[in-house]
């Protein structure tokens, strides 16, 4: 029995690698074998491991200011808002650290509103299979099957609908239901796409009754599908947007983003020790700098039809499902339970391996890195076909 990682406590099982050095789209490990990472920290790493632009802006930052305390302004933070305002259209930025931080402060910002506007109104509606993060609240918001038993008593105030019905979306609105949560793509789910029509119905139907429509994009915001973000392909404004993720390129970082009429959080109500520090913002606004000019997003999207092209081959090759996705988040479905096995065997093939995920039993996820190469694309196609070969044959 090993003892890797006897120290830690227990909260996933990890293969027997240890990973020491990463380079854009590759990790290598203490044996010296290199790995194509098409996972990137499940869609953190937004220009890959380690790139120049985030070691050049923690360096530079980390001389002049790490925290004064979110108490002052400090100019990347005041940097970072305002690029994110220009990007985004929204008005407020909020900084935190983490997705379920983000989600945590747009629940909270929700239930101020309703406290105020809409007398005491206070329940949010989420969607099955969403996740929203780990916190108790976030787990209650999510509709991960199991997870109201693991720490129950769990917070309340959090109702589902099924994602792309609009109707069970009307008959969860009560008169205590102050916003809707959606993930324009559930990742966790399996790269589960909303239908553009019920997006549309979604926030014709929240605005018809009063209620906010929050819009989880911790995964998929900032560059991950081929737009700055994922409510432009849906040509909807989300009241409230939430970011995470790829907004800090693999550093912690989160944003909670609001309409200037929702900016109702009094002083003391919502901060947190690193929220907003320099450290974090100068990185995030190198990363927003890079990743939403439109000739990068041009080229995410180009490397999405190459990605999607490549997999629908494979899977038409293999007898699979299918494969879906936006941009750079795609699934492809296998006909059994063997995702894990695939991901097993694509990480032990040799000499060059291979990460992927398996959110699913029957599915594999993808996430590689936005500027990852066309070249890239096509080495990691080709050793995803010998390790489906190996486990499927």
């Known amino acids: 029995m090993s003892l890797l990682g006897h120290d830690l406590i227990t909260i996933t099982q990890r293969p027997e690698t240890v990973f020491v050095e990463g380079h854009g789209a590759w990790l290598m490990d203490e044996q010296g074998k290199r790995h194509l990472d098409l996972i990137q920290g499940w869609a953190v790493n937004s220009l890959g491991h ?54 945590e402060g747009a629940v909270k910002l929700a239930r101020r509103w309703g406290s105020r506007h809409r007398g005491g109104a206070h329940e949010v509606i989420s969607f099955e299979q969403g996740f929203h993060g780990r916190t108790l609240a976030m787990m209650s918001a999510s509709g991960k099957p199991g997870w109201d038993r693991i720490y129950a008593p769990m917070p309340t105030g959090f109702a589902k609908a099924r994602l792309n019905d609009i109707e069970s979306v009307a008959q969860a609105i009560t008169p205590q239901t102050v916003a809707v949560m959606i993930e324009f793509v559930q990742g966790e789910a399996g790269v589960v796409l909303a239908d553009p029509g019920f997006v549309r119905e979604l926030r014709a139907l929240t605005r018809e009754r009063s209620v906010l429509l929050i819009a989880d994009e911790v995964q998929t915001g900032v560059g991950r599908c081929g737009q700055a973000f994922a409510f432009q392909h849906y040509d909807v404004e989300p009241d409230i947007l939430t970011l995470a993720k790829g907004l800090g390129g693999g550093v912690p970082l989160s944003a909670l983003l609001c309409r200037e009429g929702l900016n109702c959080f009094e002083p003391g109500d919502q901060g947190g020790t690193f929220c907003g520090a320099p450290l974090m913002a100068a990185v995030g606004l190198a990363i927003v700098n890079e990743v939403c000019r439109p000739a990068f997003l041009a080229e995410v999207r180009a490397r999405a039809e190459q990605l999607s092209a490549g997999l629908q081959a494979i899977v038409r090759d293999h007898g699979l499902v299918g494969e879906r996705g936006l941009g750079l988040l795609r699934a492809v479905e296998l006909p059994s339970n063997d995702a894990p096995a695939v991901v097993a065997a694509a990480q032990a093939l040799s000499p060059v391996g291979l990460l992927l995920n398996a959110p699913r039993p029957h599915l594999l996820r993808l996430m590689p890195a936005l500027n990852i190469s066309a070249d890239e694309v096509d080495e990691g196609l080709a050793l995803l076909r010998e390790a489906l070969r190996q486990v499927l044959a």
Not at 61 to 84: E, G, I
């Open 50 to 103: 380690s790139p120049a632009l985030i070691t050049e802006a923690l360096l530079a930052q980390s001389r002049r200011l790490l925290n004064p305390s979110p108490a002052y302004f400090n100019r990347p933070m005041l940097d970072l808002a305002a690029a994110l305002v220009r990007v985004s259209g929204f008005d407020r930025v909020f900084l935190a650290n983490s997705g379920a931080e983000a989600n």
